[in-house]
């Protein structure tokens, strides 16, 4: 039987953190992309397009991320569309990232005061100039630490891709046991790695509630 | 002719009738203050002017901009009439200069170092030209109006529209803002104000418009409407028994 040593494990479980980075940043940019397309329709002007938006995202907080998993993989193979697994767990988690960044963001618009739009308004800014000169820069300083510390859901939820045999750092760490027979200290050392990668998000997100709290002292 | 001319306007929340047909025609360089209680519908009548409130029925037009519900004519007519509020709503993100630059540089599309320098003159205008790099939240209730005042200025609007501005104000403060308002109608600006100041509505306004329960009540020059009101609405209104 082969011996491994506990840097032959830590090695194999670091080279696939990288596609768990990976993922967490296509999930995070994609997420944020259609995210802010789903804020612009969540507030926009037009009932339909508000509906439309709150039926999506209602639809994606509603359902597991595993179900959004399954259904990506196995649903679009029922029609004959093959997709491999990297395609389908990245398109999943940009959806349901996008979202949940979708509501994160329109309760930050909404929480900047009512008066701030009606004194745009009234100096004859359109609603786009509003939205972009007024209302998203004080709505941006709002949003940082909730986005921020959404991000951290979003790597933990790269692991439920190993379900569907995308090989990430969860996938890793079963095959590694399966050879190693030794399931504490690979899975202790998943954790960890998880852990190394989140806490510094979820630090960076309470320091940044605490600075913009700071700013707003005076209001 | 009249600068602003409202003629019929009702205005609803639902099954609540707030304005009943209000008339009124002010003319250039008048002030009015409009009085009443709570709920009798001045601050929606003002709002209307500018069109942060949608009417049901009726026109409003200030000098020939007709009010009408979509983006380019409610543009034109805003770039007419400036709005001051109880709440100042001053821009928390941009400093003072930047209050006043703002909506000059993305609404009129005025190059930067000439609404820099139409910034300081109206800073100047209402005595805070030393603050213009000062954020909103240095600054006293009182200063935050008067850079207000100054930012619909920039506009170069034609009237103003003054919602209860010294009502959120430390009385102290109060004066500093009426003094500016009243060099404002010194010079000539068409103002229409909602206020509770009925000592300064009786020095500085062309007009008293009385509102009570939707309609205009009573209408006049202030020492007519103060000596001799002729409703009892309006006595039991300004304490006389």
């Known amino acids: 039987m082969i011996e491994f040593t506990l840097w032959d494990i830590l090695r194999n479980l670091l080279l696939a953190t990288r596609w768990t980075v990976v993922l967490s940043l296509v999930s995070f940019l994609g997420g944020g992309i259609v995210g802010l397309a789903l804020l612009f329709l969540r507030i926009s002007k037009r009932k339909s397009l508000r509906s439309l938006a709150k039926y999506y995202i209602e639809l994606f907080q509603g359902t597991p991320l595993l179900m959004q998993l399954f259904i990506a993989f196995f649903g679009l193979g029922l029609f004959g569309i093959d997709v491999p697994a990297w395609l389908a767990a990245g398109l999943a988690l940009v959806l349901w990232t996008a979202a949940f960044l979708g509501e994160i963001w329109r309760g930050c618009v909404e929480a900047v005061a009512k008066g701030q739009w009606e004194a745009s308004a009234s100096l004859g800014m359109g609603w786009l100039q509003q939205m972009r000169y007024v209302i998203l820069p004080q709505a941006m300083k709002v949003a940082v630490p909730p986005t921020v510390g959404f991000s951290v859901q979003v790597i933990k939820g790269t692991a439920l891709t190993s379900i569907i045999g995308f090989v990430e750092l969860s996938k890793a760490g079963t095959v590694v046991t399966n050879a190693t027979f030794q399931p504490f200290t690979v899975y202790g050392l998943v954790a960890l790695i998880y852990f190394a990668l989140c806490w510094p998000l979820s630090k960076s997100s309470q320091i940044l509630e605490r600075k913009l709290n700071v700013a707003h002292r005076n209001h | ?241």
Request: net charge neutral.
């Open chain 2, 1 to 241: 002719m009249s600068l602003i001319e409202i003629t019929e306007v009702r205005k609803s929340y639902g099954a609540t009738e707030v304005l009943k047909g209000i008339n009124l025609d002010v003319a250039s360089g008048e002030v009015i203050a409009i009085i009443g209680k709570s709920g009798s519908g001045k601050s929606t009548l003002l709002r209307c002017i500018n069109g942060l409130e949608t009417i049901n029925r009726g026109s409003i037009s200030v000098a020939g901009a007709q009010l009408l519900d979509d983006e380019v004519h409610l543009k034109a007519l805003r770039l007419k009439v400036g709005m001051i509020f109880q709440q100042f709503n001053l821009f928390p993100h941009q400093t003072v200069g930047g209050n006043v630059m703002l909506s000059q540089t993305v609404v009129k599309k005025t190059p930067k170092p000439e609404a820099e320098a139409i910034a300081r003159k109206m800073l100047e205008r209402v005595g805070l030209a030393h603050k213009f790099d000062a954020y909103p939240d240095e600054l006293s209730g009182g200063q935050q109006q008067r850079v207000a005042i100054a930012r619909a200025l920039a506009m170069q609007p034609i009237a103003l529209l003054c919602d209860e501005i010294t009502s959120a104000l430390d009385p102290e403060l109060v004066s500093e803002v009426l003094a500016v308002v009243r060099e404002l109608a010194a010079e000539g600006m068409t103002l229409l104000m909602v206020t509770h100041e009925m000592k300064f509505a009786r020095d500085v306004c062309s007009r008293v418009v009385f509102m009570h329960q939707g309609r205009v009540h009573e209408v006049g020059p202030p020492e007519e409407v103060f000596a001799r009101p002729q409703t009892p609405e309006l006595k039991q209104f300004l304490g006389l028994h």
